[in-house]
């Protein structure tokens, strides 16, 4: 099974409309990123979380990080076309945050 | 952050030769890492690239395959070597931002069609 898994695979949502995305861990996470890819693109860095419990925001979306669950959620407020992409979560597996994996994706699509 | 560029965007190559990718960072990094990303697939780490040191290979990966080069603090390149159809790929670079933070930011990526 995969080490990182997101959920749901994929969404579809009216403009306006609030959603959540999940990534779960099985192994145990010293950081989580989290990052939108628009087809073909590379990625765009939305933020990143250390400390259990911590929560970040950036415009109308909203990260956190549990880390007794080994999971962290995103939170879209009031979603617009233009968070159309794939949402991306990648996982420290190492104190030393050399080594990244990611997750499958969550492909999110913003219905005007 | 760090303003990242790649060479080239995309490229259609024949099976057996090799494509050199560079990766051009506007700041001094310590940490660079070569991912791959398949068609419909997510990112693979392929190897972390350190200056001054040879790079670390993920399982799966190997130096003959994808050799990567360091020279300085700002850029580097993975060549794909001896190609083909399976190496069809989206290739990524991405930084670690120095000062503790441990963000990465990620390239454009180039776009590699073996035919």
């Given amino acids: ?18 959603l ?6 099985s192994k145990t996470l010293y950081g989580l990123y989290w990052y939108k890819q628009k087809y073909g693109e590379g990625l765009i860095f939305l933020m990143m979380l250390q400390k259990g419990g911590e ?3 950036h415009e ?18 009031a979603s617009q076309p233009s968070h159309a992409g794939i949402y991306l979560c990648g996982a420290a597996l190492k104190t030393s945050y050399d080594k990244v994996i990611f997750g499958p994706g969550t492909s999110l699509s913003v219905i005007p | 952050s760090a ?10 190559c024949q099976r057996g030769t090799s494509l ?14 070569w991912y791959r990303q398949q068609p419909g697939q997510s990112l693979t780490l392929i190897a972390t690239a350190n200056q001054g040191s040879e790079a670390t290979y993920e399982s799966g990966f190997v130096i003959d395959k ?6 300085n603090l700002t850029f580097s390149t993975l060549t794909v070597s001896n190609m083909s159809p399976e190496d069809s790929s989206i290739y990524l670079c991405s930084v670690e931002i120095p ?4 963000e990465q930011y990620f390239g454009p990526g180039t776009r590699l069609t073996v035919t």
């Fill in chain 1, 55 to 57: 929560e970040k925001s």
């Fill in chain 2, 99 to 102: 000062g503790g933070s441990y």
């Fill in chain 2, 66 to 71: 994808f050799p990567i080069s360091r020279p």
């Fill in chain 2, 20 to 33: 050199t990718i560079q990766c051009q960072v506007d700041s001094q990094v310590t940490m660079m890492f």
């Fill in chain 2, 3 to 12: 303003v990242i560029s790649q060479k080239p965007s995309r490229d259609i």
């Fill in chain 1, 1 to 18: 099974s995969q080490e990182l898994e997101q959920s749901p695979q994929s969404l579809i949502v009216q403009e306006g409309k609030n």
């Fill in chain 1, 20 to 25: 959540t995305i999940n990534c779960t861990s």
């Fill in chain 1, 60 to 77: 109308k979306i909203t990260a956190k990080l549990d880390e007794k669950k080994q999971q962290s959620s995103l939170h879209i407020t």
